[in-house]
């Protein structure tokens, strides 16, 4: 595979379980980074090694990624590197913009095109890779040291994430399919790091007509069973293509 150098695609992936926002993140297989790379896939994150051929990290922990092939355009690879990690086709992707610091990469003069993700955990699967150590998800706040500068692209993607779920429904992603108004409100509070009012927030999604209850509760609860909801996916879609006010 023919790739170009300095071009490359990172990719921060966001999921929702048990009330924690998580990152994906891998942990590279250093042995085999540190060995020629004769045919990279989507999880090289770079060739190119510093001069004693080794690749300058202990212990590589960083988002999925890797240079772009020349027959591809950066959006199609992008999604490329999200089904190989996620095992899905169809998730919301967002281009977040373009990391080309001089010395991000101390080795090589590499510009990163880095997009975000969401996706709802309890849906993937993760798929192999010939340089894939680990893969698993991080909560968000014990995000550990990682290559490069892939911490300051998660940072950025995590704000412009909070800005999104404020003028866009984008926060349905990252839930199942059937969810509580509990789980939503959850969901809300844990990604802007607030406490909402509980009677606020529910006229507030019951004034946009954005959920439906399915006429169905929880089982296997613990606690008293409530009602699951459903977002309808019409509306979503208008909201999605405009501003709308979500400020809580």
């Given at each position: 595979?023919?790739?170009?150098?300095?071009?490359?695609?990172?990719?921060v992936?966001?999921?929702?379980?048990?009330?924690?926002?998580?990152?994906?993140?891998?942990?590279?297989?250093?042995?085999?980074?540190?060995?020629p790379v004769?045919?990279?896939?989507?999880?090289?994150?770079?060739?190119e090694?510093?001069?004693?051929?080794?690749?300058?990290y202990?212990?590589?922990?960083?988002?999925p990624?890797?240079?772009?092939?020349?027959?591809?355009?950066?959006?199609?690879?992008?999604r490329?590197i999200?089904?190989?990690?996620?095992?899905?086709?169809?998730?919301?992707?967002?281009?977040?913009?373009?990391f080309?610091?001089?010395?991000?990469?101390?080795?090589?003069r590499?510009?990163?095109?880095?997009?975000?993700?969401?996706?709802?955990?309890?849906?993937?699967?993760?798929?192999?890779?010939?340089l894939?150590?680990?893969?698993?998800?991080?909560?968000?706040?014990?995000?550990?040291?990682?290559?490069?500068?892939?911490?300051?692209?998660?940072?950025?993607?995590?704000?412009?994430?909070?800005?999104e779920?404020?003028?866009?429904?984008?926060?349905?992603?990252?839930?199942?399919?059937?969810?509580?108004?509990?789980?939503?409100?959850?969901?809300?509070?844990?990604?802007?790091?607030i406490?909402?009012?509980?009677?606020?927030?529910?006229?507030?999604?019951?004034?946009?007509?954005?959920v439906?209850?399915?006429?169905?509760m929880?089982?296997?609860?613990?606690?008293?069973?409530?009602?699951?909801?459903?977002?309808?996916?019409?509306?979503?879609?208008?909201?999605?293509?405009?501003?709308f006010?979500f400020?809580?």
């Open positions: 595979m023919n790739i170009i150098p300095s071009l490359s695609i990172d990719c992936i966001f999921g929702f379980h048990e009330k924690k926002l998580k990152v994906l993140l891998l942990e590279y297989d250093k042995e085999q980074l540190d060995a004769k045919n990279p896939d989507a999880f090289a994150p770079y060739t090694t510093e001069p004693d051929g080794k690749f300058p202990e212990k590589p922990i960083g988002l990624g890797g240079h772009v092939p020349v027959d591809r355009s950066i959006n199609d690879y992008a490329d999200l089904e190989t990690a996620t095992g899905i086709k169809d998730i919301y992707l967002k281009q977040l913009g373009a080309g610091e001089t010395e991000r990469v101390s080795f090589l590499v510009v990163s095109v880095v997009y975000y993700a969401l996706i709802n955990p309890e849906h993937y699967s993760i798929r192999g890779s010939s894939l150590k680990s893969l698993e998800w991080y909560d968000i706040d014990k995000v550990p040291e990682l290559i490069f500068d892939h911490n300051a692209m998660i940072e950025k993607a995590l704000k412009r994430l909070r800005e779920v404020q003028i866009r429904p984008v926060g349905f992603h990252l839930l199942p399919e059937m969810f509580t108004l509990t789980q939503l409100q959850q969901l809300y509070e844990t990604v802007l790091g406490e909402l009012d509980t009677r606020n927030f529910r006229k507030k999604i019951q004034k946009m007509h954005l439906v209850d399915t006429g169905k929880q089982t296997g609860v613990a606690h008293r069973a409530a009602r699951l909801f459903r977002f309808d996916k019409k509306v979503y879609e208008m909201l999605a293509e405009q501003s006010s400020r809580v």
